[in-house]
């Protein structure tokens, strides 16, 4: 039974090159987070993503970042045009349906490095 | 962003004993959730709280929803080496879908 999966773990870019992470979700789960975290920082929380669509993104810049959640497919969080201050650790997390009881698993992350 | 306010910040104890952290927000929480963080992974999930004055135990674990739905402990006991780590808090504010972390805790165990 799989995890959640993260690719790629680490990911070089130059200033102004897009940055692309994926993530699949646990088996089953058709709910994704995508979290951002800075150097001894706690996790801040980016988008809320279901299936198809985007539920809360309010922790999400306005400019240059995107994400969705496809029908098929993993979720992707798309960064146009990076600055140096976009390096972080994105992680996502995915779960079941049904808030009365959720648990938010999460993959080992992305290190995204700006250049 | 918003963030809960979890203490202590950091704490270095000595193998055997027993550790208590604690996370408290403003706003009410609808769910608690517990985890530890290693160098470079991901948060792995201790225990998850949904009952105001739940207390659930996993091994040496337990934490507790608190009963004005504002807080929630961890507790370690009988501490031992691969416990060292970074505690995060996560909690979900009634009304809303996402989760907000604490600031985390930072366990160093001597041996």
């Known amino acids: 039974n799989a995890g959640v999966m993260q690719n790629p773990r680490h990911l070089v870019r130059r200033r102004g090159q897009e940055a692309r992470l994926r993530c699949s979700p646990m088996k089953g789960h058709s709910h994704v987070y995508w979290y951002r975290q800075l150097p001894e920082e706690g996790l801040k929380f980016m988008v809320y993503?279901?299936?198809?669509?985007?539920?809360?993104e309010s922790g999400m810049p306005k400019e240059r970042f995107s994400a969705e959640f496809p029908k098929e497919g993993p979720s992707i969080l798309r960064i146009q045009q990076v600055v140096r201050g976009d390096s972080a650790a994105y992680f996502c997390a995915s779960s079941l349906p049904g808030a009365t009881n959720e648990k938010l698993f999460f993959g080992s992350g992305t290190q995204l490095s700006v250049l | 962003g918003q963030q809960l306010n979890q203490s202590p910040q950091s704490m270095f104890i000595q193998e055997g004993e027993d550790v208590s952290m604690n996370c408290t927000s403003s706003?009410?929480?609808?769910?608690w959730l517990w985890y530890k963080q290693d160098p470079g992974e991901g948060p792995v999930l201790l225990i998850a709280l949904y009952k105001a004055g739940e207390l659930t135990s996993n091994g040496r674990l337990t934490a507790q929803f608190g009963i004005t739905r504002k807080d929630s402990f961890l507790n370690i006991s009988a501490s031992i080496p691969s416990d060292v780590g970074i505690y995060f808090c996560?909690?979900?504010?009634?009304?809303?879908?996402?989760?907000?972390f604490g600031t985390g805790t930072r366990l160093k165990v001597l041996a």
């Open positions: 993503l279901q299936k198809e669509n985007i539920i809360d």
């Open positions: 996560a909690g979900r504010p009634s009304g809303t879908y996402k989760y907000i």
């Open positions: 706003s009410i929480f609808n769910t």
